[in-house]
């Protein structure tokens, strides 16, 4: 081969090893990143020492074999660096650039230094051999912990490479006869070599960064497919919560049901015996009448109660007059309160306090919240609870506090925990679960014992405009 | 007759017919139950709470009369009707009935336990509401009349002397004049005068009759 013929050769592997990184640039333009960068930057100075090698002439001789070695120290070191970026263990930028010029010192000192011509021989190739086990090491592990061909391309081409610099050291040092000659017949062979590790490593590259796009396409796929399933289920718990809720207090709404029923039957059964026996004139059929119409009303307000706490488990969303589900639920559970002789006392502000959510669901927290309370001061003689509605600049504090005999430690620090519950007949949801709704809502579910006895929950929300956001 | 006078004697009319103290904490109920009483000739006082009721009893009034009862409903926030039913059964025996919408067995056999005569499911139909107040005015009227009989059989034998009251016994023993005699110190003619007195002050028309009502008063 003449100097001419490898020079071109040269040449069009640096053209090659150029158009490469260039290709990695633009198919992997949407998933730039330090690593990537790093590595066309590898490629690009090995092109550029194989351009110098290519063209002697461009730099002066005394500049010229310094500056293609280091080009090509830096390369290697670059492309280690950035499958190192990939593993999350790169090594600190300042190292690699103390490294490259103590490479470059060590090669000077080499040339000027009499009598080291088989060190200065060896050094080029021994470096080039560790750092390509570098790389091999490095590809190897990522093929292996990613599962990639991609990397194990790569990891293949480079320990060719490195096979051939163990093949130039072996004639270097071992006392053979024509080593110098060896070396150049073999240069064929590193051209083909190099051109195979570039194409290698290069298209490995891209499939690894195309393999791990994809892979990360899919983890988000399938945490956003687990994200809407959770909320799904978070839904559905809430209903399931919501429709026991009203288990719970279906006891007493049967009651409310039967006395307006009672109340209609007695007056039109007054009615048909009464006409039946002529004994009725206008003015009484019309008072039994009246009265009948009234219960219907009364009835149709339970019912209508009924059906607005039992509803499809998606939420809607809208502003929502905190007041106003509280006064709902107080009498949803008055019978309850009723018939425990529980007093209340509600103290809201006056202002409206409306915050951005999905009124069912924070009217089942409130529920729940009542419940509790109502339970807690069945264990005691004097019973009441204080619910005092204020607002903040940005927050609405809606505060039921229980005359009960208050909380445990542990028992606080559990509560609101999943299927924990001190009931006997509790799921132990209904805490957690108002506790997620008010998450869900940006909101938060304070439980505490109050100064001067008794359990507290505070159920904080954001107000409506104040960044309440939706679930 | 000036209208005061005419529903005076209106309510006297239906209080001849049966008194029915209502009470329930629900007002619609109290109006509907009662029209439907009034209708059927029945006076009806309503009460929405049983201490009102119960506080009411304390002042003693007289009200026409006539057969009483009671209907109750157990669920009421102050005072529930089981524990009301227990306090009124303290004061005197007019017939209780209960009734409920959603009570258990328990309920029941507490209320029945406690001498209820019914215990009514709400909502009730009128013909079952009307037959248990028939039963427990009917009730009401053979209670107040054993106390009447009851009452005026003591006042009668308060009115017999120690003597006669000692024949009255031996007699009702069904024991004869001369043993009677013996046994009391008494000459026969003395025991058949004192038998004859007994007789005239028990209103007994005969020996027969006066061994019956002693025997009722379990002497």
Redesign the interface.
Known sequence: MTGQESGISYLSLGLINLLLPLLIWVVLARLRSRVVALWCLGSLLGAGSLFLVGRPGVLPGRIFDSASNLMDFMSMLCIIQALRLDQKVPWRFRWLAVASLGYLLLYEFTRQAQGYLTLRMALVPFVALILLLQVVGWAWLIARRQQSVSALAIAGAHLLLAGNMVYILANLLLPRSGALACTRQSSGLMDMLGLLAALAGDVGFIGLALERSLHQWQEAAAGEARLEERQILGNQLAHLDRQRGFGLVA?SL??EL??????????A??A???TA?N??NPA?SL??LD?II??VR?LSMITGRIRSFIRPAEPHLGPVDLEQITREMLEMVAPDL??Q?VRVAFAAGGELVQVQGDAIQLSQVVLNVLRNAIEAVQLVPERSLQIQLTRSADEAVLSIRDSGPGLDPEVAERAGMPYFTTKADGLGLGLSISTAILQQHKGSLVLRNAEGGGASVDIRLPLLGAGGVLP | MSPELRSAAERAERCRRGRIVLIDD?V??L???T??LE??GYACDSFSSALDYLRQLEVPRRSPPGPSCVLLDV?M?DLDGLEAQRRLADLDDTPVLLMS??SGAREAVTAFRAGALDFLI?????ET?LAAVERALLASRDRQHLRVKAQSLTRRLAALTPREHDVAIRVAHGKLNRVIGEELGLALRTVKLYRQRCLEKLEARNTADLIRILQEEEL
Not at chain 1, 258 to 267: F, R
Not at chain 2, 122 to 126: L, Q
């Open positions: 006891a049967a009651h039967n006395q307006p029923l009672t109340a209609i039957l007695a007056s059964q007054a048909q015996r009464g026996a004994r009725l009484q008072e039994l009265k009234i219960n009364r009723q018939r002789d | 629900d619609e109920i109006a509907a139950i029209s439907l209708f059927e669920m926030p919408g959603a709400k909502p009730i139909e009128a509401l």
